[in-house]
């Protein structure tokens, strides 16, 4: 296995194996086998060759939206806000590496076709849990075999600090 724990470039750079990312994203997460990893300033974009579908993982954009004094009102007022220009299929609870977490499955109003599956990640503040911000890991073409690798993702999915 490969294991990358380099700082993220100003260019994104292509890995594949395992990535660790200490300077803003703070997370370590496995990279599906025949997928690539896209290192951004402020994001990991994932994908398989050929370019089919991606899952990018980052904090809620634009950043300042990211952020919660109170989990359940944040998650109401962005599926209002979704529920606007999109259909919501289903939504489930989860946690991902021991934080409360809400799934959405989701296609846009004018493109039935493009299922979106976007997994929003609640992150406490250590001094004040009921405040904090939010992760999102976000798949963009969800078929069967992208599926199990979002699945894959999310199972590996770790928060350093």
């Not at 490969?2 to 997460?29: D, K, Q, Y």
């Not at 493009?114 to 001094?127: F, G, K, L, Y």
Request: hydrophobic share 40%; charged share 25%; with cysteine.
């Amino acid at each position: 296995m490969l294991v990358l724990a380099a700082l993220l470039a100003a260019t994104p750079v292509e890995e594949t194996g395992h990535v660790e990312e200490r300077e803003f994203l703070n997370i370590s997460v496995e990279v599906p086998a025949g997928w690539k990893a896209i290192r951004h300033p402020s994001a990991i974009s994932l994908h398989p060759e050929p370019w089919l579908a991606s899952i990018d993982l980052g904090y809620y954009e634009p950043h300042n939206d990211c952020q919660y004094s109170d989990w359940t009102a944040w998650t109401r007022r962005k599926l209002r806000r979704l529920a606007q220009g999109a259909t919501i299929r289903r939504r489930r609870s989860l946690v991902v590496d021991g934080h409360r977490a809400l799934q959405l499955e989701w296609v846009e109003g004018g493109q039935p076709w493009r299922t979106i599956v976007e997994t929003w990640i609640a992150r406490p503040e250590p001094e004040a849990p009921k405040t904090g911000e939010v992760f999102v890991v976000l798949l963009d073409g969800a078929d069967g075999p992208s599926r199990a690798a979002y699945a894959r993702v999310l199972a590996s999915l770790r928060f350093l600090r």
